[in-house]
């Protein structure tokens, strides 16, 4: 069975609503494709820094999502630790009814003339002017794009979410430790959940451990060293076994943006399918936000003007031609950007889970306010409105 859509968007997390939503607001209509039954909401929770409240007010959704999320103090921005779930919830209300197919997985992809063909596990085939990839580190269209499998940074992370039955006591702050090859971070949501996280680096004898719920939990709390107080053990002890995920830390080696094919004739990418990243500028997410934001404006100001031509096929030839400038201009905005926080990302972890003396003294003693200064300064970006007006 062919189906004819006008916008397809692979992925129905983060990027992918975004991404959707932002095209919705402009008046584009586009068909979310997710391989799950259900929202996903793996992670939990992450960090919302000033640059995600922009693109989220440019949605429509940022005061939404302030009444449900307490702002940090000490940050020097507007810092918010905000539930995967709810963020999700939220994209998905504003949708219309029917936006997000679920259970659909992409197996292959082929060009057809101007449009692209989309082939799901149900013998499905999606017929579409525009195809976006917002599936992840293992993005399909990534791969048919010509971009590699992400690397693996040599690290690893647990995530967790602690639901306290009353108030945990911690306080809107932020708390995090790093040194001696691990890094830790505990932020609340709100009064009553904290979600925190544990990077290091692995060893072969950690397998065991990491498929292993109560073994997981152990290791983390055996790990806690200068993170190790009444409060941060509380957090750990009243986190379920299922409230915890482990997971290889992966970033896309920040030149492939450069010289890849982040677009190419109607297809594109975004998310982590485009500028995956180790977790240290709390950047992830936010960026997600961008690029839906900023595709969403490229691509909208292509799709609503009037192609112009004499026949059917000089008329679908022009639209083609301004869709790939649009997505070209998402590309040129979006690659730049990318490159700076992977690498950042990557150069910050590095330096904070160091276990090595020398690094360790520098970092203790000469770039503390250097590298909070990178991060304040990624997070000052503004990706603009939906509207170039």
């Given at each position: 069975m062919e189906v004819v859509e006008e916008v397809v968007i692979v992925g129905g997390g983060i990027a992918g609503l975004t991404t959707a939503l932002g095209l919705h607001r402009l008046g584009v209509r586009s068909l979310v494709l997710e391989s799950s039954d259900s929202l996903r909401t793996t992670g939990f929770a992450f960090m919302t820094w000033t640059n995600a409240w922009k693109a989220l007010d440019a949605l429509g959704i940022g005061d939404s999502l302030r009444q449900q999320h307490q702002q940090l103090q000490g940050e020097g921005h507007e810092v918010r630790c905000v539930k995967r779930k709810e963020l999700l919830e939220t994209l998905e209300k504003e949708l219309p009814s029917g936006t997000i197919r679920f259970s659909s997985k992409v197996v292959s992809i082929e060009s057809s003339g101007h449009q692209t063909l989309v082939h799901l596990a149900d013998d499905t085939t999606l017929r579409t002017k525009v195809l976006i990839g917002c599936d992840g580190v293992n993005s399909v269209v990534a791969k048919w794009l010509g971009f590699k499998k992400p690397a693996f940074s040599g690290r690893s992370a647990f995530r967790g979410y602690?639901?306290?039955?009353?108030?945990?006591?911690?306080?809107p702050k932020f708390l995090q430790y790093f040194g001696e090859g691990v890094k830790y971070g505990f932020l609340p949501c709100d009064d009553h959940t904290v979600y925190w996280f544990f990077t290091y680096t692995p060893s072969p004898q950690d397998k065991d451990m990491e498929?292993?719920?109560?073994k997981r939990k152990q290791y983390a709390l055996s790990k806690l060293g200068k993170a190790s107080t009444d409060q941060t053990k509380a957090v750990l002890e009243t986190t379920e076994l299922n409230g915890i995920v482990c997971s290889p830390l992966r970033f896309r080696r920040p030149w492939e943006l450069l010289w890849g094919n982040i677009s190419k004739g109607n297809v594109c990418i975004a998310g982590d399918a485009?500028?995956?990243?180790?977790?240290?500028?709390?950047?992830?997410?936010?960026?997600?936000?961008?690029?839906?934001?900023?595709?969403?404006?490229?691509?909208?100001?292509?799709?609503?003007?009037?192609p112009s031509g004499e026949t059917k096929e000089k008329i679908e030839?022009?639209?083609?031609?301004?869709?790939?400038?649009?997505?070209?201009?998402?590309?040129?905005?979006?690659?730049?950007?990318?490159?700076?926080?992977?690498?950042?990302?990557?150069?910050?972890?590095?330096i904070q889970q160091s276990d090595r003396k020398v690094i360790n003294f520098f970092r203790d003693k000469m770039l503390g306010g250097f590298l909070a200064g990178l991060l304040m300064k990624r997070a000052a970006f503004d990706c603009g409105k939906l509207t170039s007006s």
């Open positions: 602690a639901d306290f039955k009353g108030s945990h006591g911690f306080g498929e292993e719920p109560v485009l500028h995956p990243m180790t977790p240290d500028l709390g950047q992830g997410g936010c960026s997600a936000i961008e690029d839906g934001v900023v595709l969403a404006r490229c691509l909208g100001e292509a799709l609503k003007k009037k030839e022009t639209e083609s031609t301004m869709i790939k400038m649009g997505l070209k201009k998402y590309a040129k905005e979006r690659k730049w950007r990318g490159f700076g926080l992977i690498s950042t990302a990557y150069m910050i972890g590095f």
